[in-house]
């Protein structure tokens, strides 16, 4: 994509930064971040700063499941409500695409070899744990009526436990970059339950690149797509012990019952992004874990 005007909202966050990077070259890019003092549920704010932007990366929210636990409403004001703003917003603006970030949150606690246009369930709603789940679902439902009544361009992805590089700065660490950390440091690794709970890794380089990809595919326009790395499946104790092993760390693992309710297992399928954009993960698990490792040991 070249010489268009790009909102990124959630810009200065570990993946819209790294999209940034990739963009910033050919194209003029608009950053929206509550790091930076902007509020998507200011929507005059919003708006003004949205003027003469052509695309919007959105990637904004509060977001992971443990956060919903402690910001039940924040969760769904700022996922439902903000997505809800920048789409009137682009509609005020002119604004006519929209790549909107939601999650394998979507697929609920046990799904493998998950497909974009499968049937998906969540769990009772009186469980805290599926609102963060809810909220995106309820934007992709969002992101698609906006496309169908105001001829917007629109494209869902489903990020599937994105990790990488300084991923620990922006305040969302997933289980990768916390063992990976912990272990150098010499810490007991916790491993919620018995770690039967099968996950991939995606790191951020790849999703970056899958992003990028479907910015420019025109056949992308109303679908959804997952992204990920089924070639990383991996239980958490497994993870846990390899993290180990690679940078040779005398951590103990810990197991920890958790009375929450967790996912079984979570695996994407990636054949309808490899159709549409050619898109192959690059960087396996053992490479991403020692990326991880090499940059923390510098940092």
Not at 145 to 153: D, E, N, Q, S, V
Not at 183 to 196: A, E, F, K, M, R
Not at 213 to 240: W, Y
Request: proline letters at 3%; hydrophobic letters at 40%.
């Amino acid at each position: 994509m070249k010489g268009k005007k790009i909102m990124i909202t959630g810009g200065a966050g570990f993946i819209g930064s790294a999209i940034k990077k990739k963009l910033e070259k050919d194209n003029e890019i608009v950053i929206f971040d509550k790091i930076l003092g902007h509020d998507l549920l200011d929507y005059k704010q919003l708006s003004s700063m949205m003027k003469d932007v052509d695309v919007v990366i959105h990637l904004a929210a509060i977001a992971g499941r443990n956060i919903a636990f402690t910001l039940p409403r924040e969760t769904m004001e700022v996922n439902v409500i903000g997505t809800y703003n920048v789409l009137n917003a682009m509609v005020e603006n002119n604004a006519k695409h929209i790549v909107f970030a939601s999650t394998s949150e979507v697929y609920g606690p046990d799904i493998d070899d998950a497909r974009e246009d499968q049937f998906i369930s969540q769990g009772p709603p009186q469980q805290i744990r599926w609102m963060y789940a809810t909220s995106k679902l309820a934007c992709e439902n969002f992101l698609l009526a906006y496309r169908l009544k105001h001829g917007i361009k629109a494209t869902v992805l489903r990020y599937f436990n994105i990790y990488g590089e300084g991923q620990e700065l922006t305040g969302h660490n997933g289980a990768l970059s916390i063992f990976t950390i912990k272990s150098i440091n010499g810490q007991p690794l916790t491993v919620n339950n018995d770690g039967s709970q099968v996950h991939t890794w995606c790191h951020v380089d790849d999703a970056v690149d899958a992003t990028i990809k479907l910015l420019d595919c025109e056949k992308a326009d109303g679908e959804i797509f997952n992204v990920g790395n089924p070639a990383t499946r991996i239980s958490v104790k497994e993870l846990a012990e390899k993290v180990i092993k690679m940078t040779k760390s005398t951590s103990q693992i810990r197991y920890a019952k958790m009375d929450k309710p967790d996912i079984v297992k979570r695996v994407p399928n990636i054949d309808k992004l490899i159709k549409f954009t050619g898109f192959e993960p690059k960087i396996g698990l053992d490479e991403g874990i020692m990326r991880v490792s090499l940059w923390k040991s510098k940092s």
